[in-house]
C-alpha cells in the first residue's frame, strides 16, 4: 500500500491530466442540467450517473451553462444578439467563451473554443476541479513544511469544501483558489530559480495566474482570499529572503508580466466600460460599497461558525438559508486556532506563517463585527466584501490547523482529548441545531456529534493517519455529494423541442419570448440560438423595455439584472417587481409588435388568445411545450 500511495504521490500531476482527458472524453461533468429534461416534460435518463441534480444552483444551470451554450451560435463573438434578444457584453459579467486574447486568462473556457458543448462542459468543470485538487496540495506541502498528510488534508478540505462545492460553477471561486495559490507557488520557484530562461518561463507563468485571478471580476471573493494570499506571501518571501537574488533582468520580466496584463485590461475596458457604467447605475446590483461585512457576532458565531449543517446539506434542505448560503469551509473551528495558540504559548514565540494568518483573521472579524470608516473601506479595497468573507475566514482556520498540526509534535493525553473532543463536536452540534430549528432535530445533532467526535479526538492526539482518512471520508460525502456526476447534454439537445428551435433558427434570427411562470425555461431557446429577449437580462436593455414604458414610472423594476417572468394578457401592459433580481411583465399581446416578438417558446396553451395587431400560429406542440410564431395583422 505504500509503495502504491508513493507511486501515485510522484505521478500525481500525470494522473491528474490524463483524468481530466478521460472526463473530457466520456463528457463528464458535475452541471444539473439534468433538470432541464424535467423542464421538457420527460424523464432524464441520460444524463446524471450519480448522485442528484441541485435546483438551487441556478445561477451555474439555468444561467451560466445556458450562457456558455449560446455562444456556439454566435462564433464566440465578444457580443451577442442572442442573450437578452440584443448586443450582449458575454465577457465582463459571467465571462463566456469568446475569441479573444482576453479568454486566456479564462483557460477553462477554451474547452468550448474547440470542442462540442458536452466536452466543452467537461473540460470547463473537471479541469477546474481536478487542477483546484493538485494546486492545494501543493500549496498545503508549502505551508505543511512538505508534510505529505497534512497537505492531502490541506488539499482534500479545500478541492471537496461544501462552499466551494456549492458555489463551484459561478462567481470564479475555483479560479480564484486555483490561481491564488499557483502564483505564490509559481513566484517562489521563480525566486529560487537561477537560470534566466526558466525564470522567463516561470515568470510567464505568474503573469497568467495573477492575470487569471483578476479577470474572474468577483471582488468580494477576489479582495477576501487576496488577504490570505497576501499573509502566505509575506511569509513565504520573508522565510526564505536569503535564496532569492534579483538583477535588472528581473525588472524586464515584470515590466514585461505588467505590460500583458494591462494590455488585457484595455482590451477588455475598451469593449466593456460602456457595460461597467450600465451595471454600477443599475438598481440591482448597482455599485456597491461596504463598511462592513454586516455580521454582529451573534449571528456570526450561530451561522458563520456553523460548518457542521455541511453535514446535512447533500441530503436537507433548510429553511432559514438556502443550502448554498448555509455552506461553509469545513474547518472543524476552533482546533485550528486553538492548537496555533498552544504550540505559540509552548514555543513563546510566533511562528512568521501563524502570526501572518492570525493578523489577517484579526482583520476579518472587525470587519464582520464593526462598521468602519468610508475612507478605510476604500483604501483596504473591503467595501467589495460582503459576507462571502466567510470564505477567508475558514481557509485561515483550515490553514492554522495544517500548519500546527505540520509544526508541532504534540499528542494530548486521551483522557484531555476524550473531554476536548465532546466538547468540542457538542459545541458544533449544538450550534447547527440552533441555526434552523425548524428543520433540525434532536436526532441530527446526535449524528453530528457522532461524525464530528472522532475528527476532534484524532486531531488532539494528532493521530495523523487516522486523521487524513476520517477528513477524506467525510468530505468525499459532504463536498463530493453536492453536484451530481453527470454525462453529455442529452436533457438539453434530445428533444423534439429544441430539434425545432434549431431548425427555426437555422432559417432566421427572429426575435423570441418565453411566456411561462417558471423563469427556469427562459434560457432554453437561447441554448438553440435563438435571440430571446427575456432570457437572462445580465444586464438591463433599457431602451427595449422603455418602449413599453413611455413615461419611465417603471424605471426602477427594469433597472437591474433579473430573470424575467411574462404573461400575455389582453390588458394593459404592467410590470411589478417580484424580487431583487426578479421582475414580471403583463404584457399586452399587441405590444408584441413594439418588442418584434416573431416566436414565442410556452408551457401554456395560447390557441385562444388573439389581439388586434398579433395572430399567434402554433409550430409545434410536444408535452405541453409549445412554439408559436407570431403573425402581425397587415403587415
Known amino acids: 500500500m505504500a509503495v502504491f500511495c508513493k507511486k501515485i504521490y510522484t505521478y500525481r500531476w500525470y494522473i491528474g491530466m490524463v483524468l481530466w482527458a478521460l472526463c473530457v472524453l466520456m463528457e463528464i461533468h458535475g452541471s444539473s442540467i439534468g433538470l432541464y429534461s424535467n423542464l421538457f416534460h420527460e424523464p432524464d435518463t441520460n444524463t446524471v450517473l450519480f448522485g442528484k441534480n441541485r435546483p438551487i444552483r441556478t445561477d451555474e444551470w439555468v444561467v451560466n451553462t445556458p450562457l456558455a451554450f449560446s455562444q456556439y451560435f454566435n462564433n464566440f463573438s ?23 486574447p482576453a479568454t486566456l486568462f479564462h483557460p477553462f473556457l477554451l474547452g468550448y473554443l474547440f470542442l462540442s458543448p458536452a466536452k466543452g462542459l467537461a473540460f470547463f468543470w473537471m479541469g477546474r476541479w ?27 478540505s479545500i478541492a471537496l469544501s461544501p462552499l466551494v ?60 482570499c487576496g488577504y490570505v494570499f497576501l499573509a502566505v506571501m509575506i511569509w513565504m518571501l520573508w522565510e526564505e529572503r536569503q535564496k532569492f537574488s534579483l538583477s535588472w533582468r528581473d525588472g524586464v520580466i515584470a515590466f514585461a508580466a505588467i505590460a500583458v496584463i494591462a494590455w488585457i485590461g484595455m482590451l477588455v475596458w475598451s469593449n466593456s466600460a460602456e457595460t461597467i457604467k450600465t451595471i454600477r447605475q443599475t438598481i440591482y446590483p448597482g455599485s456597491r460599497f461596504c463598511l462592513t461585512a454586516g455580521l454582529p457576532f451573534l449571528t456570526f458565531v450561530q451561522y458563520a461558525l456553523n460548518y457542521a449543517v455541511d453535514l446535512l446539506l447533500p441530503v436537507r434542505d433548510l429553511s432559514v438559508l438556502n443550502s448554498c448560503e448555509a455552506a461553509r469551509m469545513f474547518d472543524l473551528f476552533p482546533l485550528g486556532i486553538l492548537l496555533a495558540a498552544g504550540y505559540c504559548w509552548k514555543n513563546r514565540r510566533f511562528d512568521g506563517l501563524l502570526r501572518n494568518l492570525l493578523l489577517a483573521q484579526c482583520l476579518f472579524l472587525a470587519w464582520c ?24 475566514i475558514g481557509m485561515i482556520n483550515l490553514m492554522l490547523l495544517v500548519r500546527t498540526l505540520a509544526l508541532w509534535q504534540f499528542s494530548l493525553e ?64 459532504a463536498g463530493g455529494g453536492v453536484n451530481p456526476i453527470a454525462r453529455g447534454t442529452a436533457s438539453i439537445y434530445k428533444h423534439d423541442v429544441m430539434d425545432k428551435i434549431l431548425e427555426i433558427t437555422a432559417k432566421n434570427q427572429d426575435l423570441w419570448l418565453v ?20 432570457s437572462v437580462n445580465i444586464y438591463p436593455d433599457l431602451q427595449r423595455w422603455g418602449k413599453l414604458d413611455i413615461s419611465g414610472k417603471n424605471h426602477d423594476i ?27 411583465v403583463n404584457l399586452n399581446i399587441d405590444d408584441l409588435s413594439i418588442l418584434n416578438v416573431r416566436y414565442i417558446y410556452t408551457d401554456k396553451n395560447l390557441d385562444g388568445l388573439h389581439g388586434q395587431k398579433v395572430r399567434l400560429v402554433k409550430e409545434i406542440e410536444k408535452n405541453g411545450i409549445s412554439i408559436y410564431q407570431v403573425n402581425f395583422v397587415n403587415q
Open 515 to 534: 411566456v411561462s411562470d417558471v423563469t427556469f425555461n427562459n434560457d432554453i431557446p437561447i441554448m438553440g440560438g435563438a435571440p430571446t429577449i427575456n
Open 130 to 156: 481536478i487542477l483546484l485538487f493538485l494546486v492545494s496540495f501543493e500549496f498545503g506541502m508549502l505551508i505543511a513544511r512538505q508534510n505529505k498528510k497534512c497537505a492531502l488534508i490541506y488539499g482534500v
Open 78 to 100: 465578444y457580443f451577442s444578439q442572442i442573450v437578452r434578444g440584443g448586443l450582449t457584453d458575454m465577457f465582463i459579467v459571467y465571462g463566456q467563451p469568446i475569441l479573444s
Open 558 to 584: 427594469y433597472n437591474r439584472y433579473a430573470h424575467i417572468t411574462v404573461q400575455l394578457t389582453q390588458g394593459e401592459t404592467v410590470f411589478s417587481l417580484k424580487a431583487p433580481d426578479s421582475f414580471v
Open 414 to 477: 486521551k483522557r484531555k482529548a476524550y473531554l476536548g473532543a465532546f466538547v468540542f463536536a457538542s459545541g458544533s452540534a449544538f450550534l447547527a441545531c440552533i441555526s434552523d430549528p425548524g428543520v433540525m432535530h434532536i436526532k441530527y445533532g446526535v449524528i453530528f456529534l457522532l461524525i464530528l467526535y472522532p475528527l476532534f479526538y484524532w486531531g488532539l492526539r494528532r493521530d495523523l493517519k487516522k486523521f487524513t482518512a476520517a477528513i477524506l471520508i467525510v468530505l468525499i460525502y
Open 369 to 392: 463585527f464593526f462598521t468602519w470608516p468610508a475612507w478605510f473601506a476604500k483604501f483596504s479595497l473591503l467595501s467589495n466584501v460582503t459576507p462571502r468573507i466567510l470564505l477567508g
Open 165 to 224: 462545492q456549492w458555489w463551484f460553477a459561478v462567481n470564479g471561486i475555483a479560479e480564484i483558489l486555483i490561481f491564488g495559490q499557483a502564483g505564490i507557488l509559481l513566484l517562489r520557484a521563480y525566486l529560487k530559480e537561477t537560470s534566466y530562461v526558466w525564470r522567463m518561463v516561470l515568470g510567464g507563468g505568474v503573469t497568467f495566474a495573477l492575470g487569471s485571478y483578476i479577470f474572474v471580476a468577483y471582488p468580494a471573493w477576489q479582495v477576501t
